[in-house]
């Protein structure tokens, strides 16, 4: 639509988790854009990085922890929240020390997206206010 | 105190089978059905069998036993003796055979092996080889048959007799001298053969005296035979000894015989002192001879010139007339009335006078005459006449006168008168005073002649005598079977007899020629110089006898042991030993078993001193007699012991001490005994005194004791630990929290603890003695495992077993163990109120319960929550986008296909779409809650912690429940009264602050919830929550309550309140996850403790303890 738009990357090898995630943001007025594969993901992340991201942590070939160590490894400050169905996973210190990283983990069912939402919101801001965004 | 106890009675095994072992006879114990289950060395040599070969075997093949006389097997079977239960004694009259035929003469003793209760359960068997035994018992038959016959034979009587004189045997001889039979005789005393009123008895008894000193008498005494005939006999006894007894064996010789001899030669002896007028006429014929005295007379008479005659005493002629004148003999004499003038005249005149001669004129015819007495003694026997002489006295008329008177011839009597010898006065004195002297002479010649006659005689019969004597004597000899000795002091010839040669295997003709060289070549040199010492004390009469016990070399070359006795018969002139008799007697047999008894005396000497008890022998004074080395290193500051009072010796006590088992054991005649003290200072204190008594085998009375002296200090002090122990063991016992309950095999209580006591309310007093299910009449039920645990003596075990205390329900476990050792029967009953422990179990498997469930969530939550979040976030987005009329894009889709969005609103919301949706997003949630929920459970090692405020996190608590229920309208929490009854100062504790918030909120959340259903029931009701925060101080934990007056829950509930998914609310309205997810938080997650207490109707209060330091 505009250029205001933002724009979100959801990564999950769930495809009802990750449609109900890419249809609620697109109603918001999310620039959307879903993949199963990390791989893929970074592709595209490459070519075009967006703001933020929604990453699961179980994924095939690569997980979620690793997916965004290697974001960071390649100098992309992408906001990043995660959201797991493992009630004990707990973000390992090295990426809870990245800036864009939430320190909130969303566990799978979400019952409230606003919550998600207000999060990314909230971390995009104190990003775009400390002026580190990639932008 | 068990393990010693236990070590104890091993040792004591170890000790029975040492004893078993060593002891000197065969065992062999047998179980009911007659195996064998041990045999000692012993038996194994006897029976020839070895243990392994025969345990288990059958006792009949092993122990085979004949007896000796008839052949036949000693029992059948050895089952016989175990069903009959009896006891049998064989005492040498059986015969073992062992494995390899051999022979053994045993004596034996078999009786049965009972166990506690009295079964028989087997057999013992002891048994001892006595067949050496026997084979001298045979031996000494035959020997004593040997010397029976010769005491039946012999020709004098033998009695055997023991110290008090009773016989013990006759000999045929010694009955027929008394007329009665041995039978009768064996019930006498030998003083009994003496007869009353005499001192005979007392001679014997004498004797007797001397016999017991000496060893040997001889006396002459009078007999009375069973017919009362009195006789004189002569007792010669000796000492023989039989298995150490002392007996006499006395020989009585008939000396009736010699007695009266030897009175008849004491009456001629005292015949010969005395006048001969009081015996029977002798004549002088019977002295002289005649024809000798004729001629004598003769010869005088015609030397004189004198006629002569010798007349007996009343003048009758004993000789004819010599030199007779014709006067007297052809006139005179012729007539009548002459001739008794004659005699009376000649009788006159032979008249006793020892003066000198009778002369005096002749009462016939006038002539001259003169006579002499001849006597014996002072007894007259003859008269000697001369005469017939004239001188101026006579003349031719008296004659002439006489004549007439006569009635003679007057003339030839003149004529004769003239024809007379005409003889002085003067020389016919002369003439008479020479046949005085002659008669005189004459008289003593006859009374020597007399003497020498009678002693003669006397010479003869004593000779006699003597032969008689000496035979006899042989014959006494012979019956003692002595051999005998005669020896020429003075020259060394020696006489010896066949026995004295038989004695060591020789004959006489053997060893002949003999002197006293044969004695010293055949004689031991040690014994031959005690014999010479003791000979020359005889010599010197320092000894009556000679007597010595000498070995002498056999034949065969071993030693005989020889009695040698003998005695001075005669003694030179000078008066040294001339002749000496003696006997020699055999000895061995007496001298072996004296050696024997010595043997044994030094064997029981070395037992005595090798027994590690004291043995200390006291005479009747308590003196003490004799003591072994052991008393002797006990009481060494007392030594030396033997001499003195054995309380001043033993217990330092100047009387006798109390009590005391000697004293006691003298009176009584049995055995005593006591523990007593040792003495001061000693290393022994406390001794066990066994007293036994020495009897006198004849008397019975006790003359001695035998002190037996164990030391106990040891086992004493053992028994005061054990005593100790006891106390203290029943101190434990009786502090113990369990009931402990004794009870004897009949279930009657013999122990009864405190606790016991206090449960029960019995007394111990009161519960010992009764049965068990009296005493506990609440147990009966467990009666049944008492029972079994007594029969299977086996440990019963009921666990958890329910009993209601004041309404409570309380959990004991009960356990019996049956008492099988030590010989105590019966059980002990232990009973343990486990309440508590049954509580906290059931806890902790709620624990575990939660836990498994934590882990199973934990591993499955990933795998649900993907799913569910495709369901619900999907229906998120379909209501969002079907419902939400606010949302651009649905506008804007609406708009493109020209619909209203109100009208899809419209539909969804009439076709139900909209609730229906609502549906999945709450039944999601829950699922999502379900699993949230369990995964609380799962342990989590990184949960952090901080110090909180409990009243702070109470009250927040307390603020979130009521806004939800404001919120949800379910319950109005403000109409709930609240009571805080918060301590002060209360301290801070380590926790996770929203776990125990969540832990508030489950509760005040239940609360609520069942005091607004009671309000639903009741309606006129108010309720309230009280909260008490305080310290437990001793359990350095916060105590957090929360009470509510709801309407409580029962016991059911709640034990399973705490268990996951247990719920009592409908369906829909909870997990049943909440109070046990409180449960673990408490418990698992903050290490603390969580209860519930109600009173159902009325209160439920929750507990939690919270620790103040945070426990790893």
Redesign the interface.
């Known amino acids: 639509m505009n250029k205001n738009r933002k724009s979100l990357l959801i990564l999950d090898d769930d495809e009802a988790v990750r449609e109900s995630f890419e249809y609620h943001f697109e109603d918001r007025g999310w620039k959307v854009k879903s993949f199963s594969n990390p791989q893929e993901a970074l592709k595209s992340i490459e070519e075009e990085p967006p703001e933020c991201a929604v990453i699961d942590i179980r994924l095939p070939e690569m997980n979620g922890d690793e997916f965004i160590r290697e974001i960071y490894r390649r100098n992309i400050n992408l906001i990043c929240v995660i959201c797991t169905a493992s009630p004990e996973y707990s973000i390992p210190d090295d990426i809870s020390s990245f800036k864009g990283v939430s320190n909130k983990v969303f566990i799978k069912p979400v019952i409230d997206f606003n919550l998600l939402e207000e999060e990314l919101l909230y971390i995009l801001k104190q990003n775009f206010n400390s002026g580190e965004l990639n932008e | 105190m068990e393990k010693n106890n236990s070590n104890q009675t091993e040792n004591m095994d170890i000790d029975l089978n040492n004893i078993i072992n060593s002891i000197g006879d065969g065992l062999i114990t047998t179980d009911e059905n007659g195996k064998i289950t041990n045999i000692n060395p012993v038996a194994e040599k006897l029976t020839g069998w070895k243990k392994n070969e025969v345990l288990g075997t059958s006792f009949d093949k092993v122990f085979n036993v004949i007896h000796t006389e008839t052949g036949q097997k000693v029992f059948n079977s050895i089952k016989e003796i175990i069903s009959k239960n009896i006891r049998i004694t064989l005492s040498e009259n059986a015969i073992l055979i062992s494995k390899n035929g051999k022979r053994y003469y045993i004596s034996a003793s078999i009786s049965n092996l009972k166990d506690d209760k009295g079964n028989v359960n087997g057999i013992v068997v002891i048994f001892r080889d006595v067949t050496d035994k026997h084979e001298m018992r045979e031996k000494l038959s035959s020997n004593e048959k040997f010397y029976h016959s010769l005491f039946e034979q012999s020709a004098s009587g033998i009695v055997v007799h023991d110290e008090k004189g009773n016989i013990l045997e006759v000999n045929n001889r010694f009955c027929d001298l008394f007329g009665y039979t041995k039978e009768e005789l064996l019930k006498l005393n030998v003083f009994q053969t003496h007869p009353p009123g005499f001192d005979a008895e007392k001679k014997g008894r004498q004797a007797m005296e001397q016999f017991k000193k000496e060893g040997y008498t001889r006396f002459e005494a009078k007999f009375i035979t069973k017919d009362g005939v009195i006789f004189d006999g002569e007792i010669t006894s000796s000492r023989i000894y039989i298995k150490d007894k002392m007996i006499g064996q006395a020989v009585l010789r008939d000396i009736t015989e010699k007695k009266r001899i030897e009175e008849a030669l004491d009456k001629r002896i005292y015949a010969l002192s005395q006048p001969f007028e009081q015996k029977e006429q002798i004549t002088l014929q019977e002295l002289f001879n005649i024809e000798e005295i004729q001629r004598l007379q003769d010869e005088f008479a015609q030397a004189t010139g004198v006629a002569s005659i010798i007349t007996n005493i009343d003048g009758t002629p004993i000789t004819k007339p010599s030199n007779f004148c014709r006067l007297c003999n052809d006139i005179i004499r012729k007539t009548e009335k002459g001739r008794i003038n004659c005699y009376r005249s000649d009788s006159m005149l032979g008249k006793f006078d020892p003066k000198g001669p009778t002369i005096q004129p002749c009462m016939s015819g006038g002539l001259w005459d003169a006579g002499a007495a001849i006597s014996v003694g002072n007894k007259h026997i003859a008269n000697w006449l001369i005469g017939q002489v004239r001188d101026d006295t006579q003349n031719e008329d008296s004659i002439r006168e006489y004549a007439r008177e006569i009635g003679a011839d007057e003339e030839a009597a003149a004529k004769a008168f003239q024809e007379v010898t005409p003889m002085s006065r003067e020389k016919f004195g002369h003439i008479a005073k020479a046949l005085h002297t002659f008669a005189n002479q004459l008289s003593t010649t006859a009374y020597q002649n007399i003497s020498q006659a009678h002693f003669i005689i006397q010479l003869k019969k004593a000779e006699k005598d003597l032969a008689d004597q000496k035979e006899r004597l042989a014959n006494i000899l012979e019956g003692t079977n002595a051999g005998t000795w005669e020896w020429n002091v003075q020259t060394g010839e020696t006489i010896f007899n066949e026995r004295w040669a038989q004695i060591i295997g020789y004959t006489l003709e053997e060893i002949s020629p003999v002197s006293l060289d044969t004695w010293i070549k055949y004689t031991h040199p040690d014994d031959l110089k005690i014999s010479n010492d003791l000979l020359q004390k005889h010599f010197d009469n320092e000894l009556e006898y000679y007597e010595c016990e000498a070995r002498m070399k056999h034949k065969d070359g071993h030693w005989v042991w020889i009695l040698d006795r003998g005695k001075i018969a005669t003694l030179t002139e000078d008066g040294k030993p001339l002749k000496m008799f003696g006997t020699h007697q055999d000895i061995t047999e007496r001298k072996q078993a004296e050696i024997e008894l010595q043997k044994s005396e030094s064997f029981l000497l070395n037992i005595i001193e090798s027994i590690q008890d004291g043995i200390s022998v006291l005479d009747e004074e308590l003196n003490i007699k004799r003591v072994n080395s052991i008393m002797e290193k006990w009481y060494e500051a007392s030594m030396p012991l033997v001499g003195k009072k054995c309380y001043i010796c033993y217990q330092s006590s100047s009387k006798p001490c109390e009590p005391c088992p000697t004293l006691r054991a003298f009176k009584s005649g049995n055995t005593e005994f006591n523990i007593v003290k040792g003495l001061e200072g000693s290393t022994v204190k406390w001794i066990e005194l066994f007293s036994y008594p020495i009897k006198d085998s004849e008397t019975g009375k006790v003359t001695g004791v035998v002190e037996f002296v164990r030391d106990i200090s040891e086992r004493k002090k053992a028994e005061d630990d054990l005593q100790k122990a006891r106390n203290y063991i029943s101190n434990i016992i009786n502090s113990m929290p369990s009931l402990l309950i004794g009870i004897d095999p009949d279930g009657i209580v013999t122990q009864w603890n405190l606790e016991a006591e206090r449960v029960t309310g019995l007394s111990s007093n009161e519960a010992i003695g009764q049965p068990l299910e009296k005493a506990m009449p609440y147990f009966i039920d467990e009666m049944k495992y008492v029972k079994k645990a007594l029969t299977k003596r086996e440990k019963q075990i009921d666990t958890r077993r329910p009993r209601f205390e004041n309404g409570d329900r309380r959990f004991e476990d009960v356990t019996v163990y049956p008492l099988v050792e030590n010989g105590i029967d019966g059980a002990v009953i232990r009973i343990d109120d486990v309440t508590d422990r049954v509580r906290i179990e059931e806890m902790m498997v709620q624990s575990e319960k939660m836990l498994s469930i934590g882990g199973l969530a934990?591993g499955m939550?990933?795998?649900?929550?993907?799913?569910?979040?495709?369901?619900?976030?999907?229906a998120?987005?379909l209501s969002?986008?079907l419902t939400n009329k606010e949302?651009?894009?649905?506008q804007r889709t609406a708009k493109e296909l020209d619909i209203s969005f109100d009208v899809i609103f419209s539909f969804m919301e009439k076709r139900g779409i909209l609730k229906m949706l609502e549906h999945i997003?709450k039944s999601?949630?829950r699922v999502?809650e379900i699993?949230?929920n369990m995964?609380s459970f799962?342990r989590?090692s990184?949960t952090t912690y901080s110090f909180c405020n409990p009243a702070e996190l109470l009250d927040k608590s307390i603020d979130l429940a009521s806004n939800e229920y404001d919120l949800k309208k379910k319950f109005d929490f403000r109409q709930i009264k609240l009571i805080r009854e918060y301590q002060r100062n209360i301290p801070e504790i380590p926790c996770e602050e929203s776990k125990i918030q969540q832990v508030f909120f489950n509760i005040l959340r239940n609360g609520a919830e069942a005091m607004q259903q009671k309000k639903e029931e009741l309606g006129n009701y108010e309720p309230e929550f009280i909260f008490r925060i305080n310290l437990n101080k001793d359990k350095n934990m916060i105590n957090i309550e929360i009470e509510d007056n709801g309407p409580g829950i029962d016991d059911v509930t709640r034990k399973r309140i705490f268990e996951p998914f247990f719920t009592t609310k409908p369906i829909d309205k909870g997990t049943g996850l909440g109070l046990s997810v409180s449960y673990f938080i408490v418990t698992e997650n903050h290490s603390g403790e969580m209860n519930v207490e109600s009173i159902p109707g009325k209160k439920t209060n929750f507990i939690i303890r919270l620790p103040l330091t945070r426990k790893k």
């Open positions: 934990a939550a990933h795998e649900i929550n993907n799913p569910l979040a495709g369901i619900l976030q999907i998120n987005v969002d986008r949302l651009p894009a649905n997003r999601g949630k999502a699993v949230s995964l799962a989590k990184d």
